[in-house]
């Protein structure tokens, strides 16, 4: 079994590039959200998915970011133009659907240095 | 809208010695709270949750929470740490089983020999 993966751990990129991440969530997870957590700070959501379906999208995504998850699998999340404040852990997050409770399960998350 | 607070940001202790990290929350809704664990370079691992029922909620490694709604609170404790629980510990609120986390910024438990 595997959990949710996440790609690539660290990103190191200059600012004005854009960057793009990867998040395969754990198998018929209907479910995929994305969080970013910077230094010092608990993660803060940005986006989430039941499906392919974009359901929610906080007012910390900027226009300069975008998130997909086209076949309803994987996800990528773009970030144009890169800031140096946009310098983060990205997490992904998964969870299945039914029922009261859902747990969301955590990868590993992206690492973005943006100098 | 809910907001989580976690005031401590930092906790040293010795090994074997009890723990209390703390937590508060505000919510104008019921809420579901959920306490994390994250090591370095690694994600966040769900140690404990409270959903309904029983307000003394036990989760892995030994540890525990209470959740107290007058007090608004979701205090995690051991009763003897190790070594290896030295990580940042997360508390978090959503307003529904299913909906998006809101995490506090953290506390980092430091645990010495």
């Known amino acids: 079994d595997t959990g949710v993966s996440q790609d690539p751990r660290h990103k190191i990129t200059k600012r004005g590039q854009n960057v793009t991440f990867r998040c395969d969530p754990i198998s018929e997870h209907n479910r995929l959200y994305w969080y970013r957590q910077t230094l010092g700070q608990g993660p803060e959501f940005l986006t989430y998915?039941?499906?392919?379906?974009?359901?929610?999208k906080s007012r910390l995504l900027s226009d300069r970011f975008s998130a997909e998850r086209p076949k309803g699998s994987f996800s990528t999340l773009e970030i144009q133009r890169t800031e140096q404040g946009d310098s983060a852990m990205y997490l992904c997050?998964?969870?299945?659907?039914?029922?009261?409770?859902?747990?969301?399960?955590f990868g590993p998350g992206t690492r973005l240095t943006v100098l | 809208a809910q907001s989580v607070t976690q005031l401590d940001s930092q906790v040293p202790v010795f090994e074997e010695a009890p723990v209390e990290l703390r937590c508060n929350y505000s919510?104008?809704?019921?809420?579901?709270l959920f306490w994390y664990v994250q090591y370095p370079n690694q994600g966040l691992q769900l140690l404990l949750k409270?959903?309904?029922?029983?307000?003394l909620v036990k989760g892995i490694n030994g540890f525990e929470a209470e959740f107290n709604k007058s007090q608004t609170s979701f205090h995690l404790r051991k009763p003897s740490v190790h070594i290896s629980d030295t990580a940042e510990y997360f508390c978090?609120?959503?307003?529904?089983?299913?909906?998006?986390?809101?995490f506090g910024k953290g506390t980092m438990l430091l645990v010495s020999p």
């Open positions: 919510s104008s809704v019921s809420v579901y």
């Open positions: 997050a998964s969870s299945p659907t039914g029922g009261s409770y859902n747990e969301q399960f």
């Open positions: 409270y959903l309904s029922g029983s307000t």
């Open positions: 978090a609120v959503s307003g529904s089983g299913y909906s998006t986390l809101t």
């Open positions: 998915f039941q499906n392919e379906a974009q359901l929610e």
